[in-house]
């Protein structure tokens, strides 16, 4: 079961491969060293203009070890819609999106990616945090699930873990996360 894979001793994101957004296998090793975000985007999410957040902190610390690693997903309110390919120019034509991209992937469920799996089985849901975006995410995910936050999995678009140079991860980010804290976040691990 992949949540005994998860709780394994000894793991890190270097165990992983995934599907690059040509269709090709890629063993996360080859970022072995590196400060990595990995974040579950969206192109029609309230929180996608993160991405220009996003685009500006991998252009800040891209030459001092540390990128971002995209993974579209489609499980929250449909909200990536197309093909890897028409959700790559939409990234590149609108926020002119340089990091990394991936296949489209389930984070959740049966046919959850093995990466997300473990990611959020290092660090599970904490909540929202404060603020009116959280309470708005509080509320709506209530709504479908009264004891939602009792599981650890992803609850919307643009969560982010924050993964040191040994490929252990440090930190979790919900997509209500102030920017400044990941950025802050990022540079203390550099």
Known sequence: MLLGCAARDG???????VQDADGQTVSLSRYEGQVLLVVNTATKCGF???????????????????????FPCNQFGGQAPGTIGEIREFCTGKYDVRFPQFD???VNGDHADPLFVWLYGQKPFAGFGKGARAGMMDKMLKSQDTDYASNPDIKWNFTKFLIDRKGHVVARFEP????????????ALL
Do not use: H, N
């Not at 793991?11 to 491969?17: A, E, G, L, P, R």
């Open 11 to 17: 793991m890190t994101v270097y165990d992983f491969s």
């Open 176 to 187: 209500t996360d102030d920017m400044k804290d990941v950025a802050a976040a990022v540079a």
């Open 104 to 106: 489209k992937i389930d």
């Open 48 to 70: 996608t203009p993160q991405y220009t957040e996003l685009e500006a902190l991998y252009e800040q610390y891209a030459d001092r070890g540390f990128t971002i690693l995209d």
